[in-house]
């Protein structure tokens, strides 16, 4: 052994005595390492909370007719209202505290998005896993699919799905579903092709382990990363999307308003200067898309071994 | 050249067949083709009579090969609303949009190429670093609430610009045009910043990845080497190559541009394309939607090969490749 | 050599330090060597060894986090590296010329051959476009590409690997430089490619008196055109002579082991000797000569640098054993 050696091997601190690094600690303190991804994640933490447990948090359950009042109806943000509380956003033209719309509002808007995000995810990865093990035909003919459904907007699509299924949360979701399942199967397609030549599933295939075994216990588990960070920025895209064609009146019914809809019953009262009833769901809107962005940025780079020095 | 241009051609012209053939599925499968196709005012007997005279009792390959035929003439169906040919409607509606997309992508090249040169070449700088939280912020902001915003902020209370409309329109090749007039221009201003919001954000994360990138280049230290001006190594040298892939996306991006219009055109009430098929939609117009659908469809691949071609002409390596197959 | 005149280019003590997040990377430290005019110095070391950051922080193209610390770079007795960007600029492509190692790199893809050519010479010369135009014409029928004004209108990609080197030499040329700093220009290339073009320059470097400095891990290449050699280790050069000297009776372990790893028609069925080890990063380099992990006569004293010193009359090493035996015998 050359001395030269022998003096790094010296300058080398035992850290690794100390403290067992496990690959979720290193995701974690790598994806600590962003102060701004750390906020998303507490905004968002914060978001869903306020979406679960809406009816115990709101002051008012905005969609029980008898707890409405029409006098209170169009009030400004801070106005104290009839039954006694104060309107901290305002209220629409029914006497609705914006308040409470916008938690039951992020209700619906985080359960469309996320569930049809899920749904897709399910779809699309088990069809990408399909492509890249079968390959040949099957390969080519998903492929084709997902290259046709990516080459057309997703508003596009949403649009004409829409526009033969008719409105309602559940075509909304199957609209969103069918919009998003093409990112997650090109995913998962691509590196699944890249993971199925390495050696651990030549290994599995000596073993003669059952295909539906390769596939998921072994293939799909290293297919994850991307496919993790694809379905974060999915949910943050099918929440943007739903509230659109919400506010586009495509989406979901108005005994069920999502924010896109609550921004647009505020519509025709902004031009008169009464901007809250749009702009308070927005910006609530807003922060939820960027938080939920801002974390997957950081999940994108933490997770993508090409940036990692 | 001309074999690679058939192969193209020939590419769209499947996609087109394809897309029809998902369009009558979804027209005539999915949906209920008498209640879509057949005005719902219409009595029984006039009902019967229009089942029979549109086919509907005939065999579903045999529907499809009159819908296509049908559709091959131009003849894509009579709106319910207007009573007019449903393709007429929608191509007089179409220079509104055309004007709106286009006004909305020169902005985001006006705008993101400056913007993400600069964070291209200083990417540690503060400024830098503002401009791309800035284009985080118009991927996440929905384009439609921004619209609201756009008009709360500059026509209710400011009052600077229209809120809704067109304004006047001039002839200019047997259309009409807003853009060749002041006031039509002002009412152009707001939708189209709205429309480019999201197109702006794409070229400065383009651009900026392109100039960090092509900056690494050998060519570029061959070019400094030379004694260049840092202008000409920025402008010539590095701008020219990664103007290939922006305009690229852009171009391609023209057709999502035009289809996001349909948010954009609700919200300023602007009389496009776009905000005819959210009308006809909520008014169950179902010739306008089809026409509109497949009008769509050609635009995109239209778009497409323009895309290719102007490729090839910024890119001499493709030119090559394309004339050698 | 040629009497009083000072050397073409002429470098003391040269450091060039790059500041990383992980530490600072000394990749030339205190690097010293000249080029009289009309002379070739081959600079040859293995990848990694700082030869290629010499050449540029010659040409001032060091890049941040990187940047020429300490010492000087005369240029025909002026310092470079106390020169304005704006000096420096003026001195680049028109006194001083580059040529780089990927021929398929170097020239820009997307702009025609004329473009880049006719810009070199407006970046230093107040010609019109078609006196321009017949300079980069010339240039090229210099390096031997046929039909030049046929050429001109190409792009790039319609040249072979050979071809486009010859027109960035050609666009060195065009200002008919005093000195010309070549980074590994012939790797890239076919072996028969590479002699023509190595002829070439050869030719034109004793033709016009330019001084050339050859970047190369290569020493076959060297062999036959450079007149001396400077080997480089680490960041440091650690031999320094004329090629006969150097290639025939190497004094520093390196170069030793350097030469033993070359194949040669001379030592036909004799096994290649290679060096143990591997280079070291140069981030953080322990102090000491870099050389002593890897060296066969490394010894306790090594592990404090050793000083570039004459050992025999005319050489120059970085070592404190020294082949001397070799040189003796020859001298003897």
């Known amino acids: 052994m050359s001395d030269l050696a022998l003096d790094r091997a010296a300058a080398v601190p035992s850290v690794a005595q100390e403290r067992v690094e496990t690959p979720f600690r290193r995701f974690v303190a790598e994806f600590a390492e962003s102060k701004l991804a750390l906020l998303g994640l507490g905004v968002f933490v914060v978001i869903a909370l306020t979406a679960i447990f809406a009816p115990w948090l709101a002051p008012q359950n905005p969609y029980d007719l008898g707890q409405l009042d029409i006098m209170d109806g169009r009030m400004e943000p801070g106005t104290v209202g009839g039954a006694g509380f104060t309107f901290w956003l305002g209220t629409d033209d029914q006497g609705r505290d914006m308040l409470s719309g916008i938690m039951y509002g992020l209700r619906i808007s985080l359960s469309v998005g996320a569930g049809s995000a899920l749904i897709a995810c399910f779809i699309g990865a088990s069809l990408g896993l399909l492509a890249a093990y079968a390959g040949g035909r099957t390969d080519s003919l998903i492929m084709r699919l997902v290259d046709l459904q990516l080459s057309f907007p997703a508003i596009l699509a949403a649009l004409m799905i829409l526009a033969f299924l008719g409105k309602g949360i559940l075509n909304v979701v199957i609209a969103l579903v069918l919009v998003e399942w093409a990112y997650y199967a090109r995913t998962v397609r691509g590196t699944a092709l890249v993971e199925r030549r390495r050696e651990y599933i030549e290994a599995a295939h000596c073993l003669a382990l059952p295909t539906r075994r390769i596939l998921f216990r072994h293939l799909l588990p290293n297919c994850m990363p991307p496919l993790i960070v694809v379905a974060t920025m999915q949910v943050a895209r099918a929440i943007a999307l739903e509230a659109t064609l919400s506010f586009l009146g495509l989406g979901v019914p108005i005994t069920e308003p999502s924010l896109g809809l609550l921004i647009a019953n505020g519509y025709e009262y902004m031009l008169s200067g009464k901007y809250w009833i749009s702009f308070y769901p927005g910006i609530a809107l807003l922060i939820t898309i960027v938080s939920i962005n801002l974390v997957g940025d950081q999940l994108r780079d933490v997770l993508n071994p090409r940036l990692r020095k | 050249m001309s074999v690679y241009m058939l192969r193209r051609l020939l590419q769209a012209v499947a996609v087109v067949f394809a897309m029809s053939l998902i369009v009558f599925v979804g027209v005539y499968a999915i949906g209920d083709p008498v209640e879509i196709l057949i005005s719902p005012d219409a009595d029984q007997i006039e009902r019967e009579r229009a089942i029979a005279a549109l086919g509907l009792d005939l065999p579903l390959w045999e529907q499809y090969f009159v819908f296509l035929s049908k559709a091959l003439q131009g003849d894509l169906g009579r709106s319910f609303v207007f009573n007019e040919p449903a393709l007429r409607l929608i191509l007089q509606r179409m220079p509104a949009t055309l004007e709106l997309a286009f006004g909305a992508t020169i902005m985001a090249l006006v705008i993101g190429l400056p913007l993400g040169l600069y964070a291209g070449l200083r990417p540690d700088s503060p400024v830098s670093r503002t401009i791309m939280a800035g284009s985080i912020l118009g991927f996440s902001l929905p384009t439609f609430w921004v619209g609201l915003m756009l008009i709360m902020v500059f026509a209710v209370q400011l009052g600077w610009l229209p809120s809704t409309g067109r304004g006047p329109t001039r002839e200019f090749l047997g259309m009409q045009w807003s853009f060749l007039t002041w006031d039509g221009l002002r009412h152009l201003l707001l939708p189209a910043i709205n429309l480019s919001l999201f197109k702006i954000s794409l070229v400065i994360r383009l651009t900026r990845a392109g100039v960090r990138e092509t900056i690494l280049m050998d060519f570029v230290k061959f070019a400094r080497a030379k004694g260049l001006s840092p202008n000409r190594v920025i402008f010539v040298h590095v701008f020219k190559n990664i103007l290939i892939p922006v305009v690229t996306v852009v171009g391609l991006e023209l057709g999502s541009t035009i289809a996001f219009s349909v948010v954009t055109e609700s919200v300023f009430a602007w009389p496009g394309m776009g905000k005819l098929i959210i009308d006809s939609i909520n008014v169950l117009d179902r010739p306008v939607i089809v026409a509109y659908l497949m009008i769509i469809v050609m635009m995109f691949i239209i778009i497409n090969l323009v895309v290719d071609l102007t490729y090839s002409v910024l890119d001499p390596r493709v030119r090559l490749e394309a004339k050698g197959t | ?332």
Request: proline share 8%; charged share 25%.
């Open chain 3, 1 to 332: 050599m040629n009497g009083t005149a000072p050397p073409t280019l002429e470098v003391r003590n040269l450091r060039t330090h790059f500041f990383t997040r992980a530490g600072v990377v000394k990749a030339v430290d205190d690097v010293s060597f000249s080029v009289p005019r009309g002379k070739v110095l081959g600079l040859v070391g293995e990848s990694g060894s700082g030869k290629s950051v010499t050449g540029f922080s010659v040409m001032g193209l060091v890049d941040p986090p990187g940047r020429v610390v300490s010492g000087e770079i005369l240029f025909q007795g002026r310092d470079l590296t106390k020169l304005s960007e704006e000096e420096m600029r003026d001195l680049r492509g028109n006194r001083i010329a580059m040529i780089f190692q990927d021929p398929m790199m170097t020239l820009n893809p997307v702009l025609r051959i004329d473009t880049q050519m006719i810009e070199t010479v407006l970046a230093h010369a107040r010609v019109s476009r078609e006196e321009a135009r017949q300079r980069a014409r010339d240039a090229l029928g210099m390096v031997g590409i046929p039909s030049p004004e046929e050429r001109l209108q190409s792009y790039p990609h319609q040249f072979s690997g050979g071809m486009r080197q010859r027109v960035a030499i050609a666009i060195a040329l065009l200002h008919r430089p005093e000195l010309i700093i070549a980074d590994e220009p012939t790797t890239a290339l076919d072996v028969t490619i590479q002699g023509q073009i190595l002829a070439e320059v050869q030719k034109l470097s004793a033709t016009t008196g330019t001084a050339l400095i050859w970047i190369t891990h290569d020493l076959s290449v060297v062999a036959g055109l450079a007149d001396e050699i400077a080997v480089m280790y680490a960041g440091r050069i650690v031999e320094h002579g004329t090629v006969a000297e150097v290639l025939d009776r190497p004094l520093h372990p390196y170069t030793v082991g350097l030469i033993g790893s070359v194949p040669s028609r001379n030592r036909r069925g004799e096994p290649l000797r290679q060096i143990p080890g591997m280079t070291p990063s140069l981030l953080n380099l322990p102090p000491g000569c870099p050389f002593r992990a890897r060296c066969p006569r490394a010894a306790e004293d090594c592990r404090e640098e050793p000083p570039m010193r004459e050992v025999v009359p005319g050489r120059d090493v970085r070592c404190f054993r020294p082949h001397l035996e070799a040189a003796e015998e020859a001298t003897a």
